[in-house]
């Protein structure tokens, strides 16, 4: 049995394009906060309850890499001592801004990681969209030149998925994309912060100056054919409850777990930390209860945890896979399509490529 769970305790970050829909996933917002994002596992965000209480998830990985990271964690953080998985809830009343991000090559310049990231849509407004690449046919450099008027007519040439609530797109390094308005996602990616903003929409601050803008960095580490497809979930098939992998790449794989009460599942693969973020009902995890918003991750130990719904419960779970033991294997003896796996994977090919003899 595990002991090492740690109960996380979110930062609220105010953003202008924020809004108030976090407020249902339990968050204590204050009528006319614009909050934009709930960071739940950036590196300093505070342990409330449980393994290492009153630290930070940074300070916990410093403290012993080696034992805290596990091996497919500390391969994906290039050895450096960092939690490894960034989750986030983001609700954007408003459009973010269209931006990219490098690669770990053209990252490590910066003495920082890459990001690649995937979203899943909790909710979205009707019309809402998700803007993911260019518009096959448009030509880069008149995508370059529209970005640079700063006037947001590099928008109409992004190519646009309806924000569908329950899907979800992985979007590898390099994709020039944008969340559109209206939509609240949950999203993991690379522990990176390295943005490069591109267009903003045409928005200007109250002395009707643009925000900074990042385009000679951000166009360098661009890749204009990457266009990102939702992805189909792939069932596990467990003995109770529903039980899916929504996305897997080399930095994390996502899945999502449904169970009526009294219905359990063991989370944790021994060579990750795995973070439970519980979006609807309550689970208890060992001696810790979680409820709709709250948090929890499994430290990496010889033991897993078990999950028990207290409530009818949802939650996504997030770790970084041996991606043949805890992705290929997983999904085959699950007696899924085996031509469904690779999809996991979207046009990173790591899944595939761990399909590999």
Same mark, same amino acid.
């Given at each position: 049995?595990?002991?090492?769970?740690? *109960?996380? $305790?979110?930062?609220? @970050?105010?953003?202008?394009?924020?809004?108030?829909?976090?407020?249902?996933?339990?968050?204590?917002?204050?009528?006319?906060?614009?909050? =934009?994002?709930?960071?739940?596992?950036? !590196?300093?965000?505070?342990? $409330? #309850? !449980?393994?290492?209480? !009153?630290?930070?998830?940074? @300070?916990?990985?410093?403290?012993?890499?080696?034992?805290? +990271?596990? /091996?497919?964690? $500390?391969?994906?953080?290039?050895?450096?001592?960092?939690?490894?998985?960034? &989750?986030? +809830?983001?609700?954007?009343? @408003?459009?973010?801004?269209?931006?990219?991000?490098?690669?770990?090559?053209?990252?490590?310049?910066?003495?920082?990681?890459?990001?690649?990231?995937?979203?899943?849509?909790?909710?979205?407004?009707?019309?809402?969209?998700?803007?993911?690449?260019?518009?096959?046919?448009?030509?880069?450099?008149?995508?370059?030149?529209a970005a640079a008027r700063l006037d947001e $007519?590099?928008? %109409?040439?992004?190519?646009?998925?309806?924000?569908?609530?329950? *899907?979800?797109?992985?979007?590898?390094?390099?994709?020039?994309?944008?969340? =559109?308005?209206?939509?609240?996602?949950?999203? &993991?990616?690379? %522990?990176?912060?390295?943005?490069?903003?591109?267009?903003?929409?045409?928005? &200007?601050?109250?002395?009707?100056?643009?925000?900074?803008?990042?385009?000679?960095?951000?166009?360098?580490?661009?890749? %204009? /054919?990457?266009?990102?497809?939702?992805? /189909?979930?792939?069932?596990?098939?467990?003995?109770? !409850?529903? #039980? #899916?992998?929504?996305?897997?790449?080399?930095?994390?794989?996502?899945?999502?777990?449904?169970?009526?009460?009294?219905?359990?599942?063991?989370?944790?693969?021994?060579?990750? %930390?795995?973070?439970?973020?519980?979006? @609807?009902?309550?689970?208890?995890?060992?001696? +810790?209860?979680?409820?709709?918003?709250?948090?929890?991750?499994?430290?990496?130990?010889?033991?897993?945890?078990?999950? *028990?719904?207290?409530?009818?419960?949802?939650?996504?779970?997030?770790?970084?896979?041996?991606?043949?033991?805890?992705?290929?294997?997983?999904?085959?003896?699950?007696?899924?399509?085996?031509?469904?796996?690779?999809?996991?994977?979207?046009?990173?090919?790591?899944?595939?490529?761990?399909?590999?003899?």
């Amino acid at each position: 049995m595990n002991s090492r769970i740690s *109960i996380v $305790s979110p930062r609220l @970050e105010c953003k202008p394009w924020g809004g108030q829909k976090l407020a249902r996933f339990g968050f204590p917002l204050q009528s006319g906060d614009t909050v =934009g994002e709930a960071l739940v596992t950036a !590196g300093e965000a505070l342990v $409330s #309850h !449980g393994f290492g209480a !009153g630290e930070s998830l940074g @300070e916990i990985v410093a403290s012993d890499p080696d034992a805290l +990271l596990g /091996a497919s964690a $500390s391969t994906a953080v290039s050895g450096r001592a960092l939690f490894p998985l960034l &989750v986030k +809830l983001i609700d954007a009343r @408003e459009n973010l801004s269209i931006q990219v991000h490098p690669n770990n090559d053209d990252a490590f310049g910066l003495d920082r990681l890459g990001k690649t990231e995937a979203w899943h849509v909790l909710a979205a407004e009707a019309g809402a969209m998700l803007y993911l690449g260019i518009q096959p046919g448009v030509d880069f450099d008149d995508f370059k030149t529209a970005a640079a008027r700063l006037d947001e $007519s590099a928008a %109409p040439l992004m190519r646009t998925i309806p924000a569908q609530p329950g *899907i979800t797109v992985l979007i590898p390094a390099g994709t020039i994309h944008a969340l =559109g308005a209206g939509v609240m996602v949950y999203e &993991v990616q690379q %522990p990176s912060d390295v943005t490069y903003r591109l267009d903003d929409w045409g928005r &200007v601050d109250a002395l009707g100056q643009p925000r900074e803008m990042h385009l000679e960095a951000g166009f360098a580490v661009s890749d %204009p /054919a990457s266009t990102p497809e939702p992805i /189909a979930p792939v069932s596990l098939r467990p003995a109770v !409850g529903e #039980h #899916h992998l929504l996305a897997a790449c080399r930095f994390f794989s996502l899945e999502r777990v449904s169970l009526h009460v009294g219905g359990s599942l063991d989370v944790g693969n021994g060579d990750s %930390p795995t973070v439970v973020t519980v979006i @609807e009902g309550a689970v208890s995890i060992q001696d +810790l209860s979680l409820t709709t918003g709250m948090s929890a991750v499994v430290w990496p130990t010889a033991g897993l945890a078990t999950l *028990i719904a207290t409530k009818p419960m949802i939650a996504l779970v997030a770790m970084i896979p041996d991606l043949d033991r805890d992705v290929v294997r997983r999904v085959r003896r699950a007696n899924t399509d085996p031509r469904t796996i690779a999809v996991l994977g979207g046009s990173t090919g790591d899944v595939l490529a761990a399909m590999k003899p």
